[in-house]
Antibody
Framework: EVQLVESGGGLVQRGGSPKLSCAVS????????MSWVRQAPGKGLEWVAN????????YYVDSVEGRFTISRDNAKNSLFLQMTSLTVDDTAVYYC?????????WGQGALVTVSS | DIQMTQSPSTLSASVGDRVTITCRAS??????LAWYQQKPGKAPKLLIY???TLESGVPSRFSGSGSGTEFTLTITNLQPDDFATYYC?????????FGQGTRVDIK
């Protein structure tokens, strides 16, 4: 069974630097591109970042470029999103997902709430 | 950046109806488009990729068409389980963009 389980969310102060994790099982993580997608409360989906199989290619949406860093640990089947300089606009449910093109497996999401 | 515009934003329909959702790209994206279904409090579910290829396990009442800048998602014989929000997503180039979503609710 495929599982993606996000952790590390919660209430964070403006300017904070939380790190989200996504533990993966049920598919070959080492051969998969991975992505982060977020959804602000009551809003639509926004692609955040993706990373290739060995971590040598990373791409970001403009609004997080320079503030967020996507990374992975293939030995631990884990994906990460280090977030810095958070603003209230970063408040969202953050999903990890498998894929570079269409995203076929998704986690349940981790809520990050930025307080002002 | 390429913008994706869905229409309508909300659609009211009845069980058994045929519904069509449109997604327009601000420039050509060939067939690099996916469709997702999302229910409240749940993660999105991939329905269609490469504009018209049905993801494994997705019912055949879902279909996608289009290329270039205009795409459609059609649901024939709408079922109670299909009331949800639908998103298109382009995946050409390095960045990704979702449409703003179309909510399908019960008439």
């Amino acid at each position: 069974e495929v599982q993606l389980v996000e952790s590390g969310g919660g209430l964070v102060q403006r300017g904070g630097s939380p790190k989200l994790s996504c533990a993966v099982s049920g598919f070959t993580f080492t051969t998969s591109w991975m992505s982060w997608v977020r959804q602000a409360p009551g809003k639509g989906l926004e692609w955040v970042a993706n990373i290739n199989q060995d971590g040598s290619e990373k791409y970001y949406v403009d609004s997080v470029e320079g503030r967020f860093t996507i990374s992975r640990d293939n030995a631990k089947n884990s994906l990460f999103l280090q977030m810095t300089s958070l603003t209230v606009d970063d408040t969202a449910v953050y999903y990890c997902a498998r894929g570079y093109t269409a995203l076929d497996y998704w986690g349940q999401g981790a809520l990050v709430t930025v307080s002002s | 950046d390429i913008q994706m515009t869905q229409s309508p934003s909300t659609l009211s329909a009845s069980v058994g109806d045929r519904v069509t959702i449109t997604c327009r790209a601000s420039q050509s994206i060939s067939s690099w488009l996916a469709w997702y279904q999302q229910k409240p409090g749940k993660a999105p579910k991939l329905l269609i990729y490469k504009a018209s290829t049905l993801e494994s396990g997705v019912p055949s009442r879902f279909s996608g068409s289009g290329s270039g800048t205009e795409f459609t998602l059609t649901i024939t014989n709408l079922q109670p389980d299909d009331f949800a929000t639908y998103y298109c997503q382009r995946y050409n180039g390095y960045s990704r963009t979702f449409g703003q979503g179309t909510r399908v609710d019960i008439k």
